[in-house]
């Protein structure tokens, strides 16, 4: 293999985003996971279980959430074994650069997004379907603002219509799905 045959050195970009997380970062993901689960297992347990009208103790809906609480607690749990058997409370925490402030911005943008959601937008005497048209069609717009290619950050009237067309789409076969097929009124 000559020299012009080898791949060329990754850009210091892509050596930041393929660097893996080390151990303190993966139980502070861990214990994030574990109480998130907690509070969707104490949230399903306080749902409606609808006795009174003779719904089958399976089909009620709070089953799926408690479920999925108990795997986000059990998944949290086997992470945060392996980051301590990775010496999560040994190693010193890791220096956060530009690549770690950029991720952690994106998580909380989204976050602040699905709160906006739910809070705001959900309940509040919108439909359902112009509800979630604005969430998603918002969301694809502020990700590709954020992004590092300048071509997807343009905001061009091709993109405004892509993005509302995704957002108009998803949320009307949402709503149609989930009223039509599974039978569940939409808020």
């Not at 660097?19 to 689960?37: E, H, M, N, Q």
């Not at 969430?135 to 071509?151: C, E, G, K, N, W």
Request: proline content about 8%.
């Amino acid at each position: 293999m000559t020299s012009l045959d080898a791949p060329p050195p990754p850009a210091e970009d892509e050596a930041q985003i393929d660097k893996t997380p080390g151990p303190r970062s993966d139980l502070a993901d861990a214990a994030f996971w574990i109480v998130l689960g907690v509070a969707v297992l104490i949230g399903s347990f306080t749902m409606d279980r609808l006795e009174r009208q003779g719904v089958n103790p399976y089909t009620v809906p709070g089953l799926l959430p408690g479920l999925l609480g108990i795997a986000m607690m059990a998944l949290g749990g086997i992470l945060a074994l392996r980051s301590l058997r990775r010496g999560a409370l040994i190693v010193p925490p890791a220096q956060t650069d530009a690549h770690e402030r950029e991720r952690w911005r994106r998580i909380w943008v989204v976050t602040g997004l699905c709160m906006g959601y739910c809070v705001v937008l959900i309940g509040h005497g919108l439909p359902f379907w112009l509800s979630s048209t604005i969430y998603v069609t918002a969301s694809i717009l502020i990700l590709q603002r954020m992004s590092r290619d300048p071509v997807v950050r343009r905001q061009t009237p091709r993109a405004w219509a892509i993005a509302l067309t995704i957002g108009f789409s998803s949320s009307l076969i949402t709503h149609l799905v989930f009223q039509e097929l599974f039978l569940v009124r939409m808020p």
